[in-house]
Each structure stands twice: as C-alpha cells, then as structure tokens.
C-alpha cells in the first residue's frame, strides 16, 4: 500500500465503496479468490480444532462456507467492512455471527480466537495495524492465516497502461519479506510462508477490467483515473496487452501470498 496513513485511508475507503457495490457480481466472477481460498484453508495445520474463528474479509461468504464443512463444531464470525457484502454472507448462513468492521479495528475481546483467517481482505489495509489486531484477538496458542497477493500481481496490466497517463491502474502491493516482518513484529510466530504466482487466462482486455470491477478490485487509490481514457488511449492500451497473448489467452498474473502463524 502507499506509505502516506491519508492514502491508506482513502484506499480503505473507496475500497469499501466498490466491494459494497460488487456484492452482487463478485461470486460469478471470483475464480481467483476461490482458488486462493481454497489453498490458504488446505495449508492450516491440521491438528487444530478450533472452536471460534474470525473470517476476516469474509466477502460474500465463500472462506466462511469452506471453514465451516471443515471444522463442523466451530463457531464462526464472519466480519465484513463492506455492508452489502455482509448482507449476502448472511444470507446464505454459514456463520452464527455477521459483523460490519475492518480488519484494523476489530470489536472482539482480546484473547478469543481460536483462528482468525483472512484471504484477500489484507492488502486493502495498513497490513501492521491489521496484524497487530489480529494479534490482539487470537487467545495464545491461536493461528493466523492470511491469504494476500504480492507485487507482479496484475503485471500485464500495469505492463499495458505503462506511460499511457500519469495514473495509477494498479495499486502497490506488500511484498512477502514485508509482512513476515510485521508478523514479527506484531509478536506472531511464522511457522509457513510461500508466494505462488497464478496465471489465469480471459480471451481479452474487456473481460479483464469487467471482472476486476465485478469484484470490486478496480480501486486503485486517490490517483486513479477519474475520467475516461480516450479511444486512442484504450487502443494503445489494447494493443500493448495483446502483445503478451498467448495460446490460452491474455495472460492476467497474480503473486499469491500465504502466511500462518501462532500467537506463542
């Protein structure tokens, strides 16, 4: 994330804004943060049974369902800074509790969770103040697991605006040795740590922004465009991004980032 705490605020925010107004788009077009998910859950210990986990992020529900058929006894709350998101999650009720917060200021008693699981939701935050939370919460013995995505994440498309305009298509992402030092930092102990790059592939540059922006990931900050691009930009663009097409399609790249850890 940008350094600036008046940056972070105003990406927190208009991150707020575009995940509350893609709450109804976001399942059709999240191939990605399924998978992501998916593999976060497959990489928690497998001797840990908790009895009360915090889905941080929880989106429209989907971490809160696998969480849910895996540890059956537990009791979920599933937390959301995005209303509208929070409204579907609750629909579906895969958690016994739906709360509107973010990940930097939790309102759960210290020294409760079992396991705080959060994919996806970190890089929209400072990520030291949303450990440190999560550091407040876990009772000792407790485990982090945190899903986020790394710089390269849609580098084909910063690749393709590159000198197109002075703004930002892309915002910037932690890397991992970054946030291993605010795990440590936060008084976390880092037991796993792995970036693994996932290429996906779509047959264009529309289906590309439409799903970014069908999942509320088209915030990029307060540079952002707030205009159109021309029709000349756009071709520029288009044109740029299909130099990289392959046999599958246009590429679109993300670094996957995982860490678990345990509050000693």
Excluded at 129 to 155: D, H, K, M, W, Y
Excluded at 197 to 203: A, Q
Aim: hydrophobic share 45%.
């Amino acid at each position: 994330m940008k350094s600036s705490r008046s940056s972070e605020a105003s990406v927190v925010a208009l991150a707020r804004s575009a995940f509350d107004r893609a709450a109804t788009s976001y399942d059709a077009a999240a191939e990605f943060q399924c998978l992501i998910c998916d593999r976060l859950v497959g990489l928690l210990p497998h001797e840990i049974e908790p009895a009360l986990i915090a889905d941080l992020g929880c989106g429209t529900g989907y971490t809160s369902r696998v969480l849910a058929s895996r540890y059956l006894r537990a009791e979920i709350l599933a937390i959301d800074f995005a209303p509208s998101m929070l409204d579907l999650a609750r629909s579906r009720a895969d958690a016994e509790h739906w709360i509107g917060a973010d990940l930097q200021h939790l309102p759960l008693r210290a020294n409760t969770v079992d396991l705080a699981c959060s994919s996806l939701a970190l890089q929209w935050c400072d990520p030291a103040q949303a450990f440190a939370e999560a550091a407040r919460i876990l009772r000792p013995g407790g485990v982090l697991a945190i899903a986020s995505v790394g710089p390269g994440t849609l580098g084909e498309l910063e690749h393709a605006f590159a000198g197109i305009d002075g703004h930002d298509h892309v915002i910037e992402f932690s890397d991992l040795a970054s946030l291993e030092a605010r795990v440590s930092a936060a008084g976390l102990r880092l037991t796993q740590a792995l970036e693994e790059p996932l290429t996906l592939h779509r047959p264009n540059l529309h289906s590309i922004v439409r799903e970014l922006k069908a999942i509320g990931a088209n915030t990029v900050g307060p540079r952002r465009r707030r205009g159109m691009l021309s029709r000349a930009g756009w071709q520029a663009v288009e044109q740029r991004y299909e130099s990289l097409r392959g046999a599958a399609g246009l590429p679109v790249t993300y670094a996957a980032l995982y860490l678990i850890a345990t509050r000693p």
